[in-house]
């Protein structure tokens, strides 16, 4: 097999041993592809990856250990040369959304073949749209996932209040919800319901995942160092 390019490195992570070797074994005969790095999903997968500097990284969605959506969210924020695809187990539009906002440059299914795996890291690697139906890829880093060669929809409208704005930015500055609560001078059960509100608005699962889907959107615009840790009240 040939990828028809040269010299992708790639990286791997994963929780599955069975997984990772096979995978391993079978992309380590692609000519054009170098396997620079496999790794169990942990902390350690980012400064990893700050290390090997990998052009590409295949980053299973379906481990518990790490949270993959914030692996992801971090790859994109501090090595935006560096670029993400998500593995997971399903096709759906909430997994793909929700991995594509997190800052991936694509995503497939692990019911998918191997030549739709290559087909979509050499489209990723050259920037272009994928044009095979299991892969999903948005080639502009404000664009939205599109399927096959149909045209991509609008922008997202997030319909978040002018508060919730003010609520957001603060859990981005780190606040915990009492310290919202005091800030904007609201009660704590108020600072609870516009947190809720606003991962309800998002389809985040966490305070950071809600950060991390913001700044995708364009809701955030503040320096990823600033929200370095993130309170969960």
Same mark, same amino acid.
């Given at each position: 097999?040939?990828?028809?390019?040269?010299?992708?490195?790639?990286?791997?992570?994963?929780?599955?041993?069975?997984?990772?070797?096979?995978? =391993? +074994?079978?992309? &380590?005969?692609?000519?054009?592809?170098? !396997?620079?790095?496999?790794?169990?999903?942990?902390? *350690? /997968?980012?400064?990893?990856?700050?290390?090997?500097?990998?052009?590409?990284?295949?980053?299973?969605?379906?481990?518990?250990?790490?949270?993959?959506?914030?692996?992801?969210?971090?790859?994109?924020?501090?090595?935006?040369?560096?670029?993400?695809?998500?593995?997971?187990?399903?096709?759906?539009?909430?997994?793909?959304?929700?991995?594509?906002?997190?800052?991936?440059?694509?995503?497939?299914?692990?019911?998918?073949?191997?030549?739709?795996?290559?087909?979509?890291?050499?489209?990723?690697?050259?920037?272009? =749209? +994928?044009?095979? &139906?299991?892969?999903?890829?948005?080639? !502009?880093?404000?664009?939205?996932?599109?399927?096959? *060669? /149909?045209?991509?929809?609008?922008?997202?409208?997030?319909?978040?209040?002018?508060?919730?704005?003010?609520?957001?930015?603060?859990?981005?500055?780190?606040?915990?919800?009492?310290?919202?609560?005091?800030?904007?001078?609201?009660?704590?059960?108020?600072?609870?319901?516009?947190?809720?509100?606003?991962?309800?608005?998002?389809?985040?699962?966490?305070?950071?995942?809600?950060?991390?889907?913001?700044?995708?959107?364009?809701?955030?615009?503040?320096?990823?160092?600033?929200?370095?840790?993130?309170?969960?009240?």
């Amino acid at each position: 097999m040939q990828t028809g390019t040269h010299n992708i490195n790639l990286f791997i992570v994963d929780d599955y041993e069975l997984f990772r070797e096979g995978l =391993s +074994a079978l992309l &380590e005969r692609v000519e054009g592809l170098r !396997l620079v790095g496999v790794l169990s999903m942990s902390a *350690d /997968a980012i400064e990893r990856i700050k290390l090997i500097g990998p052009d590409i990284v295949l980053v299973c969605t379906t481990s518990s250990e790490y949270n993959a959506l914030e692996l992801i969210g971090q790859i994109s924020l501090r090595f935006p040369q560096v670029k993400s695809i998500a593995v997971g187990l399903n096709k759906s539009e909430s997994s793909i959304q929700k991995c594509l906002g997190a800052g991936a440059s694509g995503y497939i299914s692990k019911g998918e073949s191997i030549g739709d795996l290559l087909s979509l890291i050499i489209s990723v690697n050259r920037n272009e =749209s +994928a044009h095979r &139906e299991s892969c999903y890829y948005t080639p !502009l880093p404000t664009g939205r996932p599109t399927q096959g *060669d /149909a045209v991509a929809p609008g922008p997202e409208v997030i319909d978040l209040s002018a508060r919730e704005l003010e609520v957001l930015q603060l859990i981005t500055e780190g606040h915990s919800n009492g310290q919202i609560a005091d800030k904007l001078c609201i009660s704590l059960h108020t600072a609870k319901n516009h947190v809720h509100n606003i991962l309800e608005k998002l389809c985040a699962h966490s305070r950071s995942e809600a950060v991390y889907l913001a700044l995708q959107k364009g809701l955030l615009t503040m320096a990823p160092s600033t929200a370095a840790e993130y309170h969960k009240d």
